[in-house]
């Protein structure tokens, strides 16, 4: 017997997990193009940096390189939320979840061990709380797409995207 809150449960932690995974690649892409001249050089100093990391990484970066007040106010606000994305995110992912016997079909028990008070936090939720969760974040890293799209059109750092598709692309070659 499948038991349909902790389904629906994983599909939202996991639109929530994939969205994030998302909002991290076009942040760490744009770091990969302001590091210039080789995005793999760039691949190689995110690889393993966290959310808080990579956020400072790009902040110091994009100040350093970028001059326009507007661009720079943009970026900042993008990475207000891309910060808001990641508490957001953690507060999900790292919980346990109580599914209790005879709860209304949409609860759900959110179990957190917290640092400010001693002992756990216990929270209802419901399932519409973390898909909307998911959508924000997912929301971000659509923002950070775009962003990075303006930038490459404002001529801020070359199109890198040959050389950056054909290191991935040598299976595809082998195949025509």
Same mark, same amino acid.
């Given at each position: 017997?499948?038991?349909?809150?902790?389904?629906?449960?994983?599909?939202?932690?996991?639109?929530?997990? !994939?969205? +994030?995974?998302?909002? *991290?690649?076009?942040?760490?892409?744009?770091?990969?193009?302001?590091?210039?001249?080789?995005?793999?050089?760039?691949?190689?100093?995110?690889?393993?940096?966290?959310?808080? !990391?990579?956020?400072?990484?790009?902040?110091?970066?994009?100040?350093?390189?970028?001059?326009?007040?507007?661009?720079?106010?943009?970026?900042?606000?993008?990475?207000?939320?891309?910060?808001?994305?990641?508490?957001?995110?953690?507060? +999900? &992912?790292? !919980?346990?979840? =109580?599914?209790?016997?005879?709860?209304?079909?949409?609860?759900?028990?959110?179990?957190?061990?917290?640092?400010?008070? &001693?002992?756990?936090?216990?929270?209802?939720?419901?399932?519409?709380?973390?898909?909307? *969760?998911?959508?924000?974040?997912? =929301?971000?890293?659509?923002?950070?797409?775009?962003?990075?799209? +303006?930038?490459? =059109?404002? =001529?801020?750092?070359? #199109? +890198?995207?040959?050389?950056?598709?054909?290191?991935?692309?040598?299976?595809? #070659? *082998?195949?025509?």
């Amino acid at each position: 017997m499948v038991d349909r809150r902790r389904e629906t449960l994983f599909i939202n932690l996991g639109h929530l997990s !994939s969205n +994030y995974n998302d909002l *991290e690649h076009w942040l760490s892409y744009l770091i990969w193009m302001l590091i210039g001249s080789d995005p793999q050089i760039g691949m190689i100093v995110t690889a393993r940096m966290n959310m808080s !990391s990579l956020l400072t990484l790009a902040k110091r970066l994009f100040d350093y390189q970028i001059e326009d007040r507007q661009d720079l106010a943009a970026f900042d606000e993008l990475l207000k939320e891309s910060n808001q994305a990641a508490e957001r995110r953690n507060k +999900y &992912i790292h !919980s346990v979840w =109580g599914l209790e016997f005879g709860a209304p079909p949409e609860s759900i028990t959110r179990i957190k061990n917290t640092s400010k008070k &001693i002992g756990l936090l216990v929270e209802e939720m419901s399932q519409e709380a973390i898909s909307e *969760e998911a959508d924000f974040v997912g =929301g971000v890293s659509r923002k950070f797409f775009m962003f990075n799209a +303006y930038l490459m =059109g404002q =001529g801020y750092f070359p #199109d +890198y995207s040959n050389k950056f598709f054909n290191m991935f692309d040598t299976e595809l #070659d *082998e195949e025509e």
